[in-house]
């Protein structure tokens, strides 16, 4: 990544100055930052401020990967955007933005989800990857498309009150590869067991320590500075501000680069993780099915199962089950009819129906794909969003 021939400007060389100055990092760690193409996965919670810091501290290329818009719920935590922003293109403003703070540097967006097919091809234009995901599919897609590709993954997450930060697929300077995320988890969880930030929540500062750590593990791989948080698995609590760090090794047992490897090309989510299994038992009903359905005055039971606090922001008039009550509350939903479950974006809905069909036989239970926030989206974007 270094590059011995890179030069710098005099307002560079000013812009930059504080780095310069410290005696382990100097002039030759500046150039390296400026010689380096870093790709961030994500310009949300995480991905802001990891953007910020990394343009502010002079990394010469910097790719963002998003296909989303800013919305007004993204500004609690989203410190990259503003108000001004919304509706918009989350890489077209992150670009704007970053290109504001550094002049001095490159940014390439990629407006488009990852998948298997553009992954490799995106990736391997890098140096370092930093995925700022929300999500299993994609968080594991990140994972094998740089062991495939031989790059270094700075990994971090966020859930509620807890985050979590690591490097994986880095070669330390003896030439010995640590662990990936698959030696931390080697298969992805269930469908809908563990909720994303949209469903669980985040508290909003916790993203930006997180971020900034993240950037921080970029900037010393590709200087080479420090003890880089290789083999180690960081854990901070922030209600209790204690931090825990976990120690991995490699696991023989690694689907993907073990003793016995059995993934030998990438994979999407519904192929590797069961997906197919829970739609097949799960039925769903897109929001225009809903739409015409109700146009046709169909007999059918609507019912939201989020929690009171969220029917009260907003709701789109359908009877109020929590997921914890659905139990209790069984003999309430309907069997004559169709019914359509919803909730925020569609897990806690899917999971609440299992329940019904596993423990009392329901066989006329619909899930409302992408929940309220597709109805939104689609049929009354005027009502608010959260």
Known sequence: MANEN???????????????????????????LKAAK?????????????????AAAGIGTIGIVDFDTVDDSNLQRQVLFDANDV?????????????????????????????????????????????GTDNFPTRYLVNDACVMLGKTNVYASVFQFEGQVSVFNYTDSRGVLGPN?????????????????????????????????????????ITGLGDILSGRLFIFDALTFETRTFKIKRNQANPLNGDYPVIKELIDYEQFCGLKAVEK?????????LHDMQGRNEPLQLIDVREPYEYDIVNIGAELIP?????????????DKKVIVHCKVGSRS???IQELQDKFGFDNLYNLKGGILAYIDELKPGLTKY
């Open 6 to 32: 890179m030069k710098f400007s005099k307002e560079e060389l000013a812009r930059y100055d504080r780095h310069i100055i410290i005696p382990e990092f100097g002039l030759e760690s500046q150039k390296k």
């Open 38 to 54: 870093v790709l961030v996965i994500g310009s949300g919670g995480l991905g802001s401020p990891a953007l910020l810091y990394l």
């Open 87 to 131: 509706g918009k293109l989350k890489t077209a403003a992150a670009r704007n933005r970053l290109e504001a703070l550094n002049p001095y540097i490159d940014i390439v967006v990629h407006n488009e989800k990852l998948t298997s097919g553009n992954a490799l091809g995106i990736l391997r234009n890098y140096d370092v990857v930093a995925d």
């Open 181 to 221: 995320y698959r030696d931390l988890y080697p298969v992805p969880p269930a469908p809908g067991l563990v909720p994303g930030c949209a469903e669980a929540g985040v508290l909003g500062v916790l993203p930006g320590v997180i971020g900034s750590l993240q950037a921080l593990e970029v900037i010393k791989v």
């Open 281 to 289: 038992s799960v039925k769903e009903i897109t929001v225009k099915e």
């Open 323 to 335: 997921l914890a009550t659905i139990d209790k509350n069984a003999d309430r939903i309907a069997k």
């Open 350 to 352: 899917a999971i609440a």
